[in-house]
């Protein structure tokens, strides 16, 4: 499990971790957390806010409230209980998971507000990524749902040329497709972790063995279905590409830098939160 740590400003940091399995991590983000808190308790010391950035092996994880039901198919993959909000789901290579160890008392953020900026940075990114591609038709576009956590794609059924932007947080004359990222947070002391995933190239035929989060056939959507992004012997041999192509593309690398500089902005008050869009 490879752990590479780099400071985003002066108070953000973030942690890379590759191949990682699950109970370990979640250890390691438990023992991380208490820690802050007793420092912040015991000394009064503020301790930079962590981003950890993970690759997961396989693994299904079901949130303190989850229940067993949800679980339509035993597999080989393991299935572990957790301390997160939320029911069932699944994570594994090409989902991309970021957990947000953050200290919101000091960032003056409600639990409310970690979430809708967690779901507006997803927004952000991939509205970006389907903007910037020319593959991908511009009726489709990203939202977070008021009455159920994550993010989800929509297409734009009007059928004018002034039809409504991807920045329009409406939902009105827009039909669901899937959802593309979840979320799920523990919050102990007014400290966060837990967090975020996203699936970006991954194997969404795990999901066929539950209920995604609880919801009996959510379907589940994955980033390059709608833009093109490269595979892994593209990434390691690029001259295979050309370099229209290359440009054109999206790595995973870039998408999740994307969201790191956007979260960090978030961090450090540089945008604001959008209103909520309506249920």
Known sequence: MQNDTQPLNDTLVSKSLSAADYVPTLDAMLARTLERIDLKKQQGLRTPDELWIVDHNDVYTLGQAGKEEHI???TDTPIIKTDRGGQVTWHGHGQLVIYWLFDLDSLKWSVRNLVSHAEQAIEDVINDCLRSSPSNSD?????????????YLYADTAA???RTSTDDNSLDNKIMLGKMASLGFK???G??????????NCDLSSFNAINPCGYAGMQMLRLSDFVAMQTDSEQTEPEAQTEQQMSDSFSYETVTQKLIDNIAKRHAGLIELRAIAPK
Not at 139 to 151: L, T, Y
Request: net charge positive; charged share 20%; proline share 3%.
């Open 139 to 151: 009726n489709i576009s990203a939202h977070a749902r008021r009455d159920a956590p994550g993010v």
């Open 72 to 74: 339509l198919q035993r």
């Open 187 to 189: 919050i102990k002391h």
């Open 191 to 200: 400290f966060s972790y837990h967090g975020i995933a996203i699936n970006l």
């Open 160 to 162: 004018t040329d002034d």
